[in-house]
């Protein structure tokens, strides 16, 4: 089974919108965190936000807010008022357990494409 | 801070031959680092966890014997393709987290190989 699944492949966006990136994950961990990172086209994974299974809150990095889900197993990512700069691919990511020397798993990404 | 180095950034060579991949934390010491390998608009696929002063442990399919990994110190780790073959083209990105970090794992620019 697939323990992260992100069902949109393309997203377009038109500029100063907001867009809504889906993921749905699969754990029965009670610890777990869940990331989401950005590539672009030249290949660096550049980190953007991070949920802890045990946060109450949605976390929030500027633009970026995780709409967090723990009973619908849910964990997408808005990204506020678009930009171009924005256009990239976008993976997310979880982790079962709270230790950084625990591994992620990466959904198979969501292409987002922001338009004039 | 918190940047990872990786070298070279583009590699070409021969079928056959080996070749060397370096990760570098540049300004944190890293216990942990990971090796990723990406196909072509396709998913980060983990190969390997690697761990300063042990084996590292390989994920199911990776041959240990082809991909071999040294974390010779905290903060340099090095993944070799021995014998390469055109099947082993492809992006490797290596990760690093911080010794007694909390969530971070920072990732490397990428390496992208090209077997002729």
């Known amino acids: 089974a697939q323990k992260i699944t992100q069902t949109q492949p393309g997203m377009f966006v038109q500029e100063k919108e907001a867009v809504t990136l889906d993921c749905t994950y699969d754990?029965?961990?009670?610890?777990?965190?869940l990331f989401w990172y950005k590539q672009p086209s030249s290949g660096e994974m550049i980190f953007l936000i991070y949920?802890?299974?045990?946060?109450?809150q949605n976390a929030t990095e500027g633009r970026y807010s995780l709409n967090f889900q723990k009973a619908r197993k849910s964990a997408n990512l808005v990204i506020s008022a678009s930009q171009l700069g924005d256009s990239a691919m976008y993976f997310c990511?979880?982790?079962?357990?709270?230790?950084?020397?625990?591994?992620?798993?990466f959904g198979t990404g969501t292409r987002l494409q922001v338009f004039p | 801070g918190a940047v990872v180095s990786q070298h070279p950034s583009r590699v070409i060579c021969k079928s056959g031959t080996s070749v060397k991949i370096e990760c570098r934390s540049l300004?944190?010491?890293?216990?942990?680092m990971f090796w990723y390998r990406q196909f072509p608009k396709k998913s980060l696929m983990l190969m390997a966890t690697?761990?300063?002063?042990?084996?590292?442990?390989?994920e199911q399919g990776v041959e240990k014997d082809k991909f071999l990994i040294n974390h010779a110190s905290l903060t340099l780790s090095t993944l070799t393709v021995t014998s390469a073959h055109p099947e082993d083209s492809s992006f490797y990105i290596c990760?690093?987290?911080?010794?007694?970090?909390?969530?971070?794992?920072?990732f490397g620019p990428g390496t992208r190989l090209t077997v002729t």
């Open positions: 754990t029965s961990d009670q610890s777990y965190g």
């Open positions: 949920q802890g299974s045990y946060d109450e």
């Open positions: 990760s690093a987290t911080p010794t007694g970090g909390f969530y971070e794992q920072y």
């Open positions: 300004d944190f010491q890293a216990t942990t």
């Open positions: 690697s761990n300063e002063g042990s084996k590292a442990t390989y």
């Open positions: 990511a979880m982790r079962e357990g709270m230790g950084n020397t625990d591994k992620l798993i």
